[in-house]
Each structure stands twice: as C-alpha cells, then as structure tokens.
C-alpha cells in the first residue's frame, strides 16, 4: 500500500490496494492528511520532515493505522519512508505486520524448500549409484550360492535394493519430470482427486464439494497440481483412519477411526483471493484451494517440519507426500499453508490467477 505525501503529511496520490485497506475511496484519500490515519503521528511527522530536508533517505517505523469505518480495530503496519525524484514529495509505503511476517516466513519457506531440494537431489544420486553395484553384486552371488538359507539372504539385499531404489525415483521425480503446461479448470483436478477417494474409501467417509464456479481456467500442470492435491488428500485419509483419543498399538489400528466410525469428512472448497502477495510479488487474483479435514490433527512436535523430506507423522510413512505437494504448486508460483487443531486441519493451497 503506497502514498505520495507532502512533508507537510498531505496525502497526494494513493494507489488502490491502499483505498481498500483504508476503506475510503481514493478522492477522499487525497483530501487527507496521512498524519490523521495513525493513532501517533509523532513519528511520521518528524521522518517526513527528515526525509523531504534530505537529512536521511529512508526511514522505517511500525505504528498503529485507523481504518474506516470509524471506531473499526486499529491495524498494525510497518511504515517505509523514502525519498522520490520530485520536488516536495515522500513516498510513504504501509505494509500490514501481519503480511510482512506472512512474507518473510514465505521468503523462509521457499529458501529451505531450495536448500532441502538440492540437498536431497545430491543425496539421491549419490545413493543412487552404489546401489545399483549392490544389486548386481546380490544377484551375481545368487547365481554362485547353492545353500537355498544364502540364498534367502541375497533375495533380501535385491528386495531392499529394489525398495531403496524406489524411495530414490520418488525423491527425484519433481527434477525427470517435464513441466507440462496447459489450460487448467481446477475443479476437473478436485473431481479426479475426489474420484481416486472415494474408489478407495466408498463407506465411511464423506466427500464435500464447495466449489466457486467463477474461477477461471489457468496455465498450468494438470497432472502436478492433481498430484499436489491428492498427496495431501492422501494424508488427510490416512489421518481419518486412526483414533483420535486411543493409546498405544491401538493408536494405529483403522478399526477405531473416523472412516471406520462413519463420522469422517473430507471437504474441497475453491475460492478466489484477491491482493494477494506471493514473495514481493502482488496479484490481483489467486485461486485459493482448501483441503480440509475432521482428524485428529497433525502432531504438534512435527507441525512446523511437515513439509521437509522424509518428515512423516506415522509409522512406515515416506515423508515425501507432503514435499512433492510443495513441489508442484511452487513450480505454478504458488505456496501451501496449514493450519491444524485436533478436529480440524486445513491445507490451503494459493496459485496466482490470470
């Protein structure tokens, strides 16, 4: 949100996302003074006197912002001061604490989800090359052995290799695959991932559709994004089928969950955002798609790791459902968030819109 003040506080030009942060059109904007719009002025007084002397070139400071209609919550902002190429005139930018802490753990995020996959691609390649000699190596001796108990014993190293090398495939699938683009609906990506649910899970479990039929087709990777969604569909599933308020080996057994209980919802809902910033980049539009869930929640001690490699909160899971997903919908410009409490998990899916 941005203005163009005098260093008398006078507002001089307002861009829109500032006018419907305010609640106020941009005409009256400009009758105003910014010095009205902060709870304490004090200090927006002094840097812009500052800043049009010239005595310092920009300047930063969080302050408390009124909003309209009168008497609404006071909203707190980060205030940018810089100075401009015309004569008289500051530019003052506002930026909500709440989107400004939503931006640098994005900035966080996306740079871990850098670091975790190139780290993971080195180390994929590096397991992926002596494992294919340990599995010659296994099948040469089988051929060589004649006791069928040593035989047993290089049958298990070709298995694990076998199964070691899947593990591989999956942690490089994101990099082999070509990034496919064409016209996405994503309301044709949530049927199939309905689809492949409900064929899996036909009792039990109850599959809601809240759809807004006006979001438009984008250009994307149809297959990576029903991918993304049902990796985490998957997981919302498997969360359902185990107890809630059960300890120890019954903790883990589907007889006692929701899907077995009939209680289980699984929700789809798609709606569009507006002024929405990914990184440092606004748009106007974003799709915003939410998979939400009625389990018991994602566990409290992984909560902030659930999206990090070989993170799973089960038993003899991968840990990879959750690291594709991210993948795929940052490969589109877009990013997951969670927000998880015992009876309610949502994951919230944002993709810029045309």
Request: with cysteine.
């Amino acid at each position: 949100m941005v203005a163009l003040s005098g260093p008398d506080g006078r507002c001089l030009q307002a861009n829109s996302a500032l006018e419907n942060l305010m609640g106020i059109s941009r005409r009256t904007l400009t009758r105003s003074s910014l010095l009205d719009w902060l709870a304490d002025p004090t200090q927006l007084r002094e840097t812009l006197h500052l800043v049009a002397r010239n005595e310092v070139a920009t300047s930063r400071f969080d302050a408390l912002l009124y909003r309209q209609p009168a008497g609404s919550a006071e909203l707190p902002v980060h205030v940018i001061v810089n100075q401009t190429d015309w004569p008289g005139c500051v530019l003052v930018e506002l930026i909500v604490i709440e989107q400004q802490i939503r931006q640098d753990r994005e900035e966080r995020t996306h740079g871990l989800a850098q670091a975790n996959k190139e780290l993971v691609r080195n180390l994929a390649h590096e397991i992926k090359n002596p494992l294919g000699g340990i599995r010659g190596a296994a099948q040469l001796l089988e051929m060589e052995v004649t006791s069928k108990e040593l035989t047993e014993y290089t049958q298990v190293i070709i298995h694990e290799a076998d199964r070691l090398q899947a593990l591989v495939d999956r942690l490089l699938a994101p990099h082999r695959r070509p990034h496919v683009v064409a016209d996405v609906n994503i309301h044709e990506v949530c049927e199939r991932v309905r689809s492949l649910i409900q064929a899996e899970f036909p009792r039990g479990l109850t599959v809601v559709r809240d759809y807004d039929a006006s979001i438009p087709e984008f250009r994307g990777d149809r297959e990576q994004l029903i991918q993304a969604v049902l990796n985490i569909a998957q997981n919302a599933t498997q969360a359902l089928s185990t107890q809630v308020h059960a300890t120890g080996a019954e903790a883990d057994s589907p007889l006692h969950g929701r899907i077995a209980r009939g209680d289980a919802q699984l929700v789809l809902r798609t709606r569009v955002a507006r002024q929405v910033t990914f990184g440092r980049q606004r748009f106007r539009l974003a799709l915003e798609l939410h998979i939400e869930d009625n389990g018991p929640g994602v566990p409290e001690d992984i909560r902030d790791r659930i999206f990090h490699p070989l993170v799973s909160g089960r038993e003899g899971g991968s840990g990879l459902g959750l690291t594709l997903a991210q993948t795929f919908v940052q490969q589109h410009q877009g990013t997951i968030e969670c927000d998880s409490v015992p009876g309610r998990t949502v994951f919230k899916i944002l993709i810029p819109l045309p």
